[in-house]
């Protein structure tokens, strides 16, 4: 069983740019979260996907948007990039929607320059 | 704004000795408590979970302790080692949503 997988590692931007995020949910896993992970802070909650379908939302603008495909693998794309952007975007699956437990990935370090 | 709230924002703890780590909220329709252990560029590891209906939840030398008439629950680690030397989160959940919310985070040092 293999957990959950993300792509890239690092990522430098500037600011205006366009950035897209990859995440491969843990075998098995039907739903993936987004979360934002600001140095020396919690992660926050971006959105959550099930079965293709956004299914909640954080206090994030629309210039972040995401998408689940088929084999429940999920991107996270940012628009028009601005400098507080710049965090680690971690992604975390479960086994449906009734299921606590989360899992996370390694994650993404986005910096903004 | 925060909605949960954690302390302290760091301790040191010798070898052998036990690390407690608090947390309180105000939602009352939390209803899961999971803790996660974060090692620097590593994403959170799920280390225990706790439902209200319990007090106090123990997995080897992890407990976690529930108050739910305070609103608090903490996470005692029992013969600290140097490799728990890590940020630890508490987090909380409400049953109507699949949202989680974090607390902003423990560093543990052990030091030998």
């Known amino acids: 069983e293999t957990g959950v997988t993300q792509s890239p590692t690092h990522l430098i931007k500037t600011r205006g740019q366009q950035v897209t995020l990859r995440c491969s949910s843990q075998?098995?896993?039907?739903?993936v979260s987004w979360y934002q992970q600001a140095l020396g802070q919690g992660p926050q909650f971006i959105f959550q996907?099930?079965?293709?379908?956004?299914?909640g939302r954080g206090n994030f603008p629309p210039r972040f948007s995401g998408l689940q495909f088929p084999n429940y693998s999920s991107e996270l794309n940012v628009n028009a990039l601005e400098l507080d952007d710049s965090a680690l975007y971690l992604c975390?699956?479960?086994?449906?929607?009734?299921?606590?437990?989360?899992?996370f990935g390694p994650g993404t370090r986005l910096t903004v320059l | 704004q925060q909605q949960v709230k954690q302390s302290p924002q760091s301790l040191i703890v010798q070898k052998g000795g036990i690390s407690i780590i608090n947390c309180a909220y105000e939602n009352t329709a939390f209803d899961y408590f999971p803790w996660y252990q974060q090692f620097p560029g590593k994403g959170p590891a799920l280390l225990i979970a706790?439902?209200?209906?319990?007090s106090e939840k123990k997995e080897g030398r992890f407990t976690i302790s529930f108050n739910k008439s305070a609103k608090q629950f903490s996470l005692h680690i029992m013969d600290s080692q140097p490799g728990d030397s890590a940020t630890y989160f508490c987090a909380a959940r409400p049953g109507s949503d699949y949202k989680l919310s974090f607390g902003a985070g423990t560093t543990v040092t052990v030091r030998a």
């Open positions: 075998s098995g896993h039907n739903t």
């Open positions: 996907y099930y079965r293709e379908e956004e299914n």
């Open positions: 706790i439902r209200p209906d319990v």
């Open positions: 975390a699956s479960s086994l449906g929607l009734a299921i606590r437990e989360q899992f």
